[in-house]
T-cell receptor
Framework: AQSVAQPEDQVNVAEGNPLTVKCTYSVSGNPYLFWYVQYPNRGLQFLLK????DNLVKGSYGFEAEFNKSQTSFHLKKPSALVSDSALYFCAVRDMDSNYQLIWGAGTKLIIKP | ETGVTQTPRHLVMGMTNKKSLKCEQH?????MYWYKQSAKKPLELMFV???????ENNSVPSRFSPECPNSSHLFLHLHTLQPEDSALYLC?????????????FGEGSRLTVL
């Protein structure tokens, strides 16, 4: 069965430190992977996606994510966290060999402390 | 105008009321979606419309009735809802549901069923 797991409900990071938000997935075919961010009382905003090619994908607001096929992971990273990065982050995967629906993780709340 | 606009932003209704949620997209996209977002759960896809035609209905109860009069407008008609239907309802659009492009979300309609 297709699935996405975000193992941490919440991640706490001090401002200026590097941050990682974890995502693992399970699909039967080739995955297309996405990260979205949701600020309080707002809709979701696209951050970045992996389709093919370079395993390191760069996105908005200085975020990047690394696709690791052997570990079926797509962790979101940023070298230096800002307080304004505090938000809810969602990982999603699309199995391009079976159907085109996005499968979503439950979200990880990122809290950046000054 | 922002890309995807949802109204109302907040709605409180009794179980016997009839109300509607409205979504409008100004991006020239062909596909529109309704999602349900509940706390600490993955986003639940409810309906997908592509070129005004419904292409997905993920076993949504009949008390939710979508309507897509054209590619720019999407409605969700609500009647005889249950308290467990209280959630944030998100509208999204994309260029084509069969292409791995990003979704553009509205800010959501927060629904409370008493």
């Amino acid at each position: 069965a297709q699935s996405v797991a975000q193992p941490e409900d919440q991640v706490n990071v001090a401002e200026g430190n590097p941050l990682t938000v974890k995502c693992t997935y399970s699909v039967s075919g080739n995955p297309y992977l996405f990260w979205y961010v949701q600020y309080p009382n707002r809709g979701l905003q696209f951050l970045l996606k992996y389709i093919t090619g370079d395993n390191l994908v760069k996105g908005s607001y200085g975020f990047e994510a690394e696709f690791n096929k052997s570990q079926t992971s797509f962790h979101l990273k940023k070298p230096s966290a800002l307080v304004s990065d505090s938000a809810l982050y969602f990982c999603a995967v699309r199995d391009m060999d079976s159907n085109y629906q996005l499968i979503w993780g439950a979200g990880t709340k990122l809290i950046i402390k000054p | 105008e922002t890309g995807v606009t949802q109204t109302p932003r907040h709605l409180v209704m009794g179980m016997t009321n009839k109300k509607s949620l409205k979504c409008e997209q100004h991006l020239g996209h062909n596909a529109m979606y309704w999602y349900k977002q509940s706390a600490k759960k993955p986003l639940e896809l409810m309906f997908v419309y592509n070129f005004k035609e419904q292409t997905e209905n993920n076993s949504v109860p009949s008390r939710f009735s979508p309507e897509c009069p054209n590619s720019s407008h999407l409605f969700l008609h609500l009647h005889t809802l249950q308290p467990e239907d209280s959630a944030l309802y998100l509208c999204a659009s994309s260029q084509d549901p069969l292409v791995a492009g990003e979704l553009f979300f509205g800010e959501g309609s927060r629904l409370t069923v008493l």
